[in-house]
């Protein structure tokens, strides 16, 4: 039993009854369970008369826990077990990915990474698959940092397995963002080769009121798909931008935050394209007025070699007020003066920790484009 089969039994169990109930693995742990469930701690009793076995191939792999009265429990245990077991039955029967999930997957990877599909062409094959790609969505890129978890370099692997593992990665993937983002359920999950997924997270009616509450979120997200998946990933988000074309800067844009985050702060951690500020820009396809503000910081700055020179020492000196003083050799009050000078310059607070980032990292890349 596993977290993505028991939400299944679960959903499918509740279009025939009302009834309450909890899916558990062999020892009690609650995988799955319905709102209304009122026992709310883990492990459940499997000796109870309310827990009802089910088994795989006449082998046991879990409990389905009916949380009414005995009863009722009674009158409908034999058709609950046979139901959930059709279930695990057919699931098992779905471990591959099907013939019309690897075509929607290449159809992804051909629009994301190629010019070979325009837009009204997408929306016409995906709505062939009952798929609206025109709504709200914005790009999630999910790398697993792991290339062993795939079986990507095994020559020697029993066939068809590293098929499975793929397809059960993007099961967890799909379980974790549905069953994570309740409000918001309309997210499309495609493996796009290598070791990578793209989700298309569902913003809803009001994505750019949305924005920075889904922000918030990204923590919990990447930590529920570490322990769906029990390996590590490393995440790129990116922000939403209205039709098509604003989807596809959207990809670009986690691309980026995950390439750029990978090399500044390393792997098994989620980056939102917006950490990066005005730098992240030079390292993508992202919109010309982006750009030209981020080179206008940089302009500005390399006009002040007084402040630059402030801004080098503060930040060899960790952001310390009174280190960055004494090696200046200047008042405290002066060191302030100076960095209230350089947040008028550039709209960028260096004792504030991001913005104090965006400017170093603008920095760094004022001496590489020389």
């Known amino acids: ?6 939400e299944k039994i679960i959903k499918d169990l509740k279009k025939f009854s009302n009834k309450k109930y909890a899916v558990t693995n062999d020892l009690g742990e609650v995988f799955a369970a319905t709102k209304d469930f009122s026992l709310k ?32 429990v009674r009158e409908t245990e034999d058709i609950i077990k046979s139901m959930a077991e059709l279930i695990i039955q057919q699931a098992k029967y779905t471990e591959i990915l099907t013939n019309d999930e690897k075509r929607i997957d290449q159809i992804a990877y051909d629009f994301f990474y190629t010019e070979s599909i325009e837009n009204q062409d997408l929306v016409k094959v995906l709505n062939s698959f009952e798929i609206d790609i025109t709504k709200n969505r914005v790009a999630i890129f999910v790398e697993i940092s792991d290339s062993k978890y795939l079986m990507l370099f095994e020559r020697e692997v029993i066939e068809g397995e590293r098929e499975k593992i793929t397809a059960r990665a ?10 994570f983002y309740t409000s918001h359920s309309d997210n499309l ?21 949305y924005q920075e509450d889904f922000k918030k979120t990204l923590g919990n997200l990447h930590f529920n798909l570490n322990n769906e998946l029990r ?3 490393t995440i790129g988000v990116g922000n939403y931008k209205d039709g098509l074309a604003g989807l596809k800067e959207s990809f670009e844009e986690a691309k980026t935050a995950l390439r750029f985050g990978k090399q500044i702060w390393g792997e098994n ?14 390292f993508s396809g992202a919109s010309e007025k982006n750009i030209g503000f981020s ?12 402040l630059l020179k402030t801004l080098e020492i503060y930040f060899e000196n960790n952001l310390s ?50």
């Not at 039993?1 to 028991?6: D, H, K, R, S, T």
């Not at 993007?170 to 069953?179: D, L, T, Y």
């Open 1 to 6: 039993m596993n977290q993505i089969l028991a």
């Open 41 to 72: 701690h883990s492990p459940l009793d499997t000796k109870s008369q309310r827990a009802i076995k089910v088994c795989y191939q006449d082998k046991p792999c879990g409990f389905i826990y009916i949380d009414e009265p005995l009863k009722i």
């Open 170 to 179: 993007k099961r967890g993937i799909e379980a974790v963002i549905n069953s």
């Open 189 to 209: 999950v495609f493996y796009i080769g290598y070791k990578n997924f793209l989700i298309l997270k569902d913003m809803g009616q009001t994505p750019k009121d």
């Open 231 to 233: 390996t590590k990933t």
């Open 269 to 282: 951690k989620i980056y939102h394209y917006d950490n990066f500020g005005v730098i992240a820009p030079l």
């Open 295 to 306: 080179k206008k910081v940089i302009k500005k700055l390399n006009q002040h070699e007084d």
């Open 321 to 370: 007020l009174s280190k960055t003083a004494k090696k200046l050799r200047i008042h405290r009050n002066t060191l302030v003066y100076r960095l209230e000078r350089i947040e008028d310059i550039t709209d960028l607070d260096p004792k504030k920790f991001n913005d104090a980032f965006q400017l170093y990292m603008a920095m760094i890349l004022g001496a590489y484009h020389g």
